[in-house]
């Protein structure tokens, strides 16, 4: 089972996040397993770069956990298909496995250039070894993500960014956003502001990959439309003040007609 943000294998896609609830709940009715942990999850670094992750262990068992790269592509709805390390990413781990003792942090460290930045992957870490079983018998392993990004030393600017759709659906009670990149560089919205009036929602970041777009569904609190929406970046923001309405209760096309 894979838990992305990212929210992010050989073209597999995230697992049904029923699945991973699934897990969580077996989990915790285990007296003798707690939490098993990577930190951090997200790494923006440079080209080249050198990274640091500490996987934990707060349960009572020792695990197994195995180290496994892959190149990702993130679709327009946030949709994530894994693949093959790209070969233009070089990437060296200290180690590709090990036993992660109880009550105890393991410390991977990595070195990684790519031959044109931006580029991305993760490192997904694979816990084996739980005290547990699904209903019909099979074992449990449970995969989380170290997500890496090598960025130039130029990033985003206010002016790559286009906000092509701010739409309001009263029937779902949600806003969606259509978000544009034009740019060949790499960039993170780190909070979006719903407003409301005086009034606002907040909302979860999300990555704008170089030449792409990004839509958002965000599911509203209020009843009524919102008055604006504001995207957060890590060195402006942007503003966007009306928010079209939809008349039939369905969403805008995808793609500009």
Not at 86 to 93: A, E, I, K, S
Not at 152 to 168: G, M
Not at 174 to 191: C, D, Y
Request: charged residues 20%; aromatic residues 10%; glycine residues 6%.
């Amino acid at each position: 089972m894979k838990m992305q943000e990212h929210n992010d294998t050989g073209s597999r896609k995230t697992a049904n996040p029923w699945r991973w609830l699934l897990l969580l709940i077996l989990v915790c009715s285990c007296g003798r397993a707690s939490a098993q942990t990577v930190r951090p999850l997200i790494a923006e670094l440079g080209n080249p770069a050198k990274g640091r992750v500490e996987y934990v262990n707060d349960s009572l068992t020792p695990l197994n956990v195995v180290l496994e790269p892959k190149s990702f592509t993130v679709a327009e709805d946030g949709q994530i298909a894994y693949r093959d390390l790209d070969p233009n990413v070089h990437l060296r781990l200290s180690v590709t496995s090990f036993r992660l003792l109880p009550q105890q942090s393991y410390y991977v460290f990595y070195e990684a250039t790519t031959d044109a930045s931006p580029a991305w992957f993760v490192i997904y870490a694979a816990f084996s070894g739980f005290p547990f079983k699904t209903q019909n018998g099979m074992s449990v392993r449970l995969e989380l993500p170290h997500t890496v990004y090598l960025l130039p030393k130029h990033s985003l600017d206010k002016t790559d960014v286009v906000v092509n759709h701010a739409q309001f659906i009263p029937a779902e009670k949600k806003l969606v956003l259509e978000i544009e990149n034009t740019s060949a560089n790499f960039g993170r919205v780190q909070q979006t502001l719903v407003a409301f009036g005086r009034k606002k929602q907040e909302a979860p970041g999300f990555p704008v990959f170089p030449h792409s777009k990004r839509r958002m569904e965000i599911p509203l609190d209020a009843d009524g439309p919102p008055s604006g929406v504001e995207l957060q970046f890590p060195n402006f923001k942007i503003e966007q003040p009306t928010i079209e309405q939809s008349t039939i209760g369905q969403p805008i096309p995808t793609q500009n007609p």
